[in-house]
């Protein structure tokens, strides 16, 4: 590029686009291929669904007349409720494993650890017929004149609830001190230097921005969980599955059930999916993960033989200087 060459136009358009101000023009990349896949992918669901909705051997009637049936309906609350009160459990339980696991007390770093490897180390079906089954091997639970029936105490929902929320708490715990690990320990310092206190800066400094990591992983385990619930029908607990299989046994429609359970699941899957979306657009506030695109002016400057910003403002402050003087 000459400076003799330039006009007063170019010049003008030169130092905009130098300095980031003129228009860039974007292409777009054309994809055939994929929309070829796309169109492909809908065929194959639309024929499915059409396979399914025409099949003479699933009673859709059957379904739709169950779908919101009282028992169903029972079925699906005793889910839901299992579901939040296992998470809290869980969500509460790994909190706490996790700070005991990064404090610097031996002793907790060992029960911690001692736990994790325990229960997640035992598959979680094992772990409820052994809560359901624990009279067989402690009669009475309590110390001393203080003591109550095991089989009064541990009912199917309560050896459902232990089973699920302790099993919880053990994988909660990693996602936990992940998330705390993820903080600077730049703040944790500068925390520490004005005076504030472990426990002060784990819940207002620590925790708050370490939820930004926690809730996806959360959320996961949420659904998860939801799903999992159906395990608590082999101790006869009255949940979705429970409550369709009861059903199913009485009119011999054990698919249509099925189904009926599955749309449900797929109902509160959705519904938490994007609940937690929208906790993750919440925490993830004052955070971006997007990098800035490269425009076509800084794609042009990669371009071999091409000037980069700072030697066309070279020489634009060159060819203005030359016609000063």
């Not at 800066?201 to 969980?225: D, E």
């Not at 899957?269 to 004052?286: D, H, N, P, V, Y």
Request: proline fraction near 3%.
């Amino acid at each position: 590029m000459t400076t003799s060459a330039l006009n007063d136009h170019q010049i003008e358009k030169l130092e905009q686009e130098a300095q980031g101000t003129g228009a860039i023009h974007s292409v777009s990349v054309k994809h055939p291929w994929q929309a070829v896949a796309g169109v492909l992918v809908i065929l194959l669901l639309a024929a499915l669904a059409w396979r399914m909705a025409t099949n003479e051997n699933i009673k859709w009637s059957i379904v739709f007349d169950n779908l919101a049936a009282p028992g169903i309906l029972r079925g699906l609350g005793t889910t839901l409720l299992l579901t939040a009160l296992a998470m809290a459990i869980g969500l509460t339980l790994g909190t706490v494993l996790a700070v005991a696991r990064l404090s610097s007390n031996r002793v907790l770093q060992s029960v911690s650890n001692g736990y994790i490897w325990l229960f997640r180390g035992t598959p979680l079906l094992v772990q409820l017929l052994l809560w359901f089954n624990l009279a067989l091997f402690f009669p009475r639970l309590g110390f001393g004149e203080i003591s109550v029936d095991t089989n009064i105490f541990m009912t199917p929902f309560m050896a459902a609830l232990l089973g699920l929320g302790l099993n919880e708490g053990a994988y909660m715990a990693e996602i936990v001190r992940g998330g705390i690990q993820s903080v600077d320990r730049g703040q944790v310092e500068a925390a520490s230097a004005l005076g504030l206190r472990s426990r002060r800066i784990m819940s207002r400094i620590i925790l708050p921005q370490a939820m930004r990591v926690i809730i996806p992983p959360v959320g996961n385990n949420l659904i998860t969980m939801l799903k999992m619930t159906s395990l608590v029908s082999v101790i006869a607990v009255p949940d979705l599955l429970n409550r369709a299989q009861i059903v199913s046994a009485r009119n011999f429609y054990v698919f249509e059930l099925l189904i009926v359970a599955t749309v449900w699941y797929l109902v509160f899957t959705t519904i938490f999916t994007l609940l937690q979306m929208q906790i993750e657009k919440r925490f993830a506030r004052g955070f971006s993960q997007t990098h800035p695109r490269i425009g076509k002016r800084v794609a042009k400057g990669l371009i071999p033989g091409r000037l980069s910003n700072t030697q066309i403002l070279e020489v634009v402050q060159e060819k203005r200087e030359g016609r000063r003087s």
